[in-house]
């Protein structure tokens, strides 16, 4: 039986699934040892399971206060560590919340961090945070080693989950049977987003943008990720799924993403794309200010160039874009180079397990 007992803490699903295939590979004996507090508990081995559910982060803006939203929440997770004698912590991404609890815990527990704020961004004073609050810190692009390094904090690059993912076996043509779509049909997809939030100001421009390209491109299928199901009833020749992410980019030719882990899902699976994002007018000034990057793309930030292209805009329309999207698709020798650029990006990350050098970690810190 380890010696200390740990708390895994995430407040989103992506942090849980970034997470999850590292837990699921440690033995009976360590699950033993182990709690999880997450936003949803269904994928998850009964035995790890607390008490505890933390309402999605998701539909909140940031401008929302994150303590009195969640203090209840706190309150109950203090007492949970209190309860079950939790010697260490591991905070998954999600870092308005975690920060917050390490903030509270500091010196009470041990504490580690996968899926670090991205301080190379905004707001870069919360290095401080990790370099006080954290034994160790487990980050998922190359470059934060050495950015943390120049503030005198230690970091081990794990690779990215979404890696692991992307190289699993997925049938292209299974895909394309389910979605009726024969085999020699080209596909652009397209998503616009999954946090609630973030849906609500991009699902009619991206469904604009759809129906337009259909009509359009006729040589295309046009598939339109819609995992929250708000789509009623079938317009145009538009195929609505919830079908995964991961399964529309193996059969795509080109896609149209909004933000989020779908770019690193589509980079690793050397699809180009456009990166189209409508935030609301608070957040696009803010940014304005804050930013410490001239964009938001990750493929464009690990490669140090804009070779994707990114259209950002608070009152966007479909005609801001439709003209830049259809002459990208017809434009083979840049897709070509897009997709060669995709090609160096996941070069970064081949060889690492993110799963099995998680795994390892967490026994570290069991033992």
Known sequence: MPDNRLLIITGEKSGLDAVLPAIEKLGDTELKSIRLIAPDYSNT???????????????LEFTKNILLDYSGVLIKIIKY?????????????????NLLIARLLYRKVRMYYYII???????????KYLKRYFQKLFVIFPFEVDLLKRFGIQSRFVGHPVFERTIEGIDPKEIRKNLKISGKKRVISLFPGSRENVLKRHYQLFEDIALLLSEKLPDFKIVFSDIR???????????????????????????????????????????????????????????????????????????????????????????????????????????????????????????????????????????
């Open 45 to 59: 081995r009964e035995i790890i399971r607390s008490n505890i559910t933390i309402p999605s982060i998701n539909n």
């Open 229 to 367: 199901n708000h789509h009623r009833g079938k317009r145009g020749k538009i195929i609505y799924t919830d079908a995964p992410s991961l399964h529309l980019l193996k059969i795509s030719d080109f896609s149209i993403i909004s933000s989020g882990s779908t770019t690193m899902e589509a980079t690793f699976s050397n699809i180009p794309f456009i990166g189209i994002y409508k935030p609301d007018i608070l957040t696009y000034t803010t940014a304005r200010f804050l930013l410490r990057i001239d964009t938001t793309i990750m493929p464009n930030i690990l490669l140090g160039e804009r070779f994707i292209p990114e259209i950002v805009g608070p009152y966007l329309t479909h005609n801001d874009v439709l003209d830049k999207i259809i002459n990208l698709i017809d434009n083979q020798s840049q897709l070509n180079i897009i997709r060669k650029k995709l090609q160096a990006v996941s070069n970064m990350f081949n060889g690492l397990s993110t799963s099995d050098i998680m795994s390892q970690e967490i026994r570290k810190i069991l033992n």
């Open 117 to 127: 704020p991205q301080v190379w961004a905004w707001r870069e004073y919360r290095v």
């Open 81 to 97: 560590i209190q309860q079950e004698q939790i010697t260490d912590i591991l905070f998954v991404d999600n870092p308005d919340f």
